[in-house]
């Protein structure tokens, strides 16, 4: 069986800032520091998980027309990202570490949904970063936060 790489994009808020909620992978804090001690099956869990988020919330906005024109993209921007995972994810990746870098989602295989196309590449990332941690932020209180109180820990 294939390692399961770590989601880390090199933008850990977790560590840095004390986030509960990673800005660049989005696991949770826990997620984050207890990752090498945690089984296949729990790190497929956590991918899944944040797998299915950043789909959810990317197809809403953006449609990918060319895969390979975004792994292209990826690796000459040299971001970071998992074949192994849909590729909005690599998407999520690409805006999160080189929306600066960018000009023209076209160039990369990637079309705005008409309902956004008024907003700039920076607006648009700044919006899916804010769903999206607002949902793993819900998720954590409604399914995670009750557990940890009543357990004393994460789990």
Request: with cysteine; charged share 30%; glycine share 6%.
């Amino acid at each position: 069986m294939k390692k399961i790489r770590t989601p880390c994009i090199g933008i850990c808020s977790t560590t840095s800032l004390g986030d509960s909620v990673c800005r660049g992978c989005k696991r949770y804090a826990y997620e984050v520091i207890n990752w090498n001690s945690y089984s296949d099956t729990e790190k497929l869990a956590v991918l899944e998980r944040v797998e299915k988020l950043n789909v959810q919330i990317m197809e809403y906005r953006l449609k990918i027309t060319c895969q390979e024109k975004l792994r292209d993209g990826m690796r000459r921007l040299r971001v970071p990202f998992d074949e192994s995972l849909s590729p909005y994810c690599w998407l999520h990746n690409l805006l999160k570490r080189g929306h600066e870098r960018i000009d023209s989602l076209e160039e990369f295989g990637v079309s705005v949904n008409s309902e956004f196309q008024h907003l700039t590449i920076e607006q648009l990332c700044q919006q899916v970063e804010h769903e999206i941690l607002t949902l793993c932020e819900a998720h954590f209180a409604r399914y995670l936060e009750p557990r940890e109180l009543s357990t004393g820990r994460a789990g």
